[in-house]
C-alpha cells in the first residue's frame, strides 16, 4: 500500500493496519507490473509535476481519475529494481548534504539570537565591570548601566482615525510593520478601517495576543494598526532599536508570557498583554549612545549571518532542485545509467 497526501508528497506505508484521514488515499499496486519501491518513486515525480503546474494557486484536490490518467513508463523488473536502488542511494547523499546544511542554518539562528541577547543586556564590552541589576529576570548588567521603568520610557498613544483613508499596517514575523494589501489578499476599505489606531514613524507596535512570541516592531511610517494592537510613542533620550532588539528575544518573549493575562491558558487562550502590565515593568537602559552603539554592532553582525544563510539556502534549493531533476530523468528514460 502506498500512502499518499497532495500537498505532502508520497511515502510507502510499512506498519501495522491503519486508518486514514480524509487527506490521504491509499493506492493498491499491480504488483505483477510494477515494483513499490520503484512505484513510489514514480509518485513523488507526479506530485513534483503536480506542484510545478499548478502555478502559485492552491493545491487542488487530487482525484483518483487524475492520479490513474498520468502516464508513466514501467520499465522491466530488473531494470525498475535497479532504478529504484539507484534513486534510494544518490537521493540519500542528496538528503545528507542538505540536512547538513539545515543543521548550518540552525546554529546560525541560534547564533543570532545569542548574539542579539548578548548585546542588548551585557553591552559590548567584555571586561565591563557587573553589578546586580534589581530585575529578577535580568541578573547582572554593566555597572555603568541604569535600569528604568517601562512607563518612564514609552507613553501610549490611542488616537483612532475617523476617516480610514490612511495606510493600514500589519504586523509579520520577520517582516515587521509592512502595508496590510502587500502580505493579504483580502483587500481593506477606507470603512472598515473608521476606529483604527494611528502609528507614526519610529513608534513601537506592540501585537498584545502575541508579545510573547516577539510580535512586535518600529513604525517605518505613517498609517493605522488593528485596535488590539498597542502603540507607544518612545522617549527622547533612548533608541526605539535598541528596545525593539531587547523585545524581541527569547528572555522578554517569557517575561511578556508571564505578564500576559485573560482567559484560558496556552495556545487554546486569549492572553493579552496589557498596557498596565508593560508599563510596570523594569528594563536595562545604558546611555543613548551605547544604545545606538550596540544597535549598529547587531546590524552588522546579522548582516553577515543574514548574507550566509542566504547562500546557504540558495544552497539547500539547488539541491533539492536537483533532487528532483534527477528523479525526473531516471523514470522518465532522460538518463541512461550504466550497470
Not at 499496486?29 to 514514480?42: G, Q, S
Not at 487530487?62 to 523488473?77: E, H, I, M, S
Not at 512607563?151 to 488616537?159: A, C, G, L, Q
Not at 523585545?247 to 491558558?265: A, I, N, P
Request: charged share 25%; with cysteine; glycine share 6%.
Amino acid at each position: 500500500l502506498i500512502s499518499w497526501a497532495a500537498s505532502l508528497g508520497v511515502s510507502r506505508w510499512l506498519g501495522e493496519e491503519s486508518w486514514l484521514n480524509q487527506h490521504i488515499f491509499k493506492v493498491e499496486i499491480d504488483r505483477a507490473r510494477v515494483r513499490d519501491d520503484y512505484f513510489v518513486w514514480l509518485a513523488n515525480w507526479f506530485m513534483a509535476e503536480l506542484e510545478r503546474d499548478k502555478h502559485g494557486s492552491t493545491m487542488q484536490h487530487l482525484t483518483a481519475d487524475a492520479f490513474g490518467g498520468f502516464p508513466v513508463l514501467l520499465p522491466p523488473f530488473p531494470v525498475q529494481e535497479y532504478l529504484a536502488n539507484y534513486l534510494d542511494r544518490e537521493t540519500c547523499q542528496i538528503d545528507k548534504l542538505v540536512a547538513a546544511k539545515e543543521k548550518v542554518l540552525a546554529l546560525m539562528d541560534e547564533k543570532r539570537r545569542a548574539l542579539i541577547t548578548h548585546a542588548v543586556t551585557r553591552g559590548l564590552n567584555p571586561k565591563a565591570p557587573l553589578r546586580n541589576s534589581g530585575i529578577p529576570w535580568l541578573g547582572q548588567i554593566p555597572r555603568h548601566w541604569e535600569t528604568k521603568r517601562s512607563k518612564w520610557i514609552f507613553t501610549e498613544r490611542d488616537e483612532r482615525s475617523t476617516k480610514g483613508e490612511e495606510v493600514l499596517l500589519s504586523l509579520r514575523m520577520e517582516k515587521g510593520l509592512v502595508p496590510h494589501n502587500d502580505v493579504s489578499e483580502k483587500q481593506t476599505t477606507p470603512e472598515e478601517l473608521i476606529g483604527y489606531k494611528k502609528t507614526s514613524v519610529g513608534e513601537i507596535v506592540i501585537n498584545r495576543m502575541r508579545a510573547s512570541s516577539g510580535l512586535i516592531a518600529i513604525t517605518p511610517q505613517e498609517g493605522l494598526v488593528s485596535p488590539d494592537y498597542a502603540v507607544f510613542r518612545v522617549s527622547s533620550d533612548v533608541s526605539p532599536n535598541y528596545f525593539s532588539y531587547l523585545f524581541t528575544t527569547e528572555l522578554l518573549q517569557g517575561v511578556f508570557r508571564s505578564e500576559s493575562t485573560g482567559l484560558g491558558t496556552g495556545s487554546s487562550g486569549f492572553l493579552r498583554l496589557y498596557s498596565e502590565n508593560f508599563l510596570s515593568l523594569w528594563f536595562p537602559s545604558p546611555h543613548i549612545d551605547e544604545q545606538r552603539a550596540i544597535v549598529d554592532y547587531i546590524e552588522t553582525e546579522t548582516g553577515k549571518l543574514d548574507a550566509l544563510r542566504a547562500a546557504t539556502e540558495r544552497t539547500v534549493a539547488l539541491l533539492r532542485e536537483r533532487r528532483a531533476a534527477l528523479i525526473a530523468a531516471v523514470v522518465t528514460g532522460q538518463i541512461q545509467i550504466r550497470g
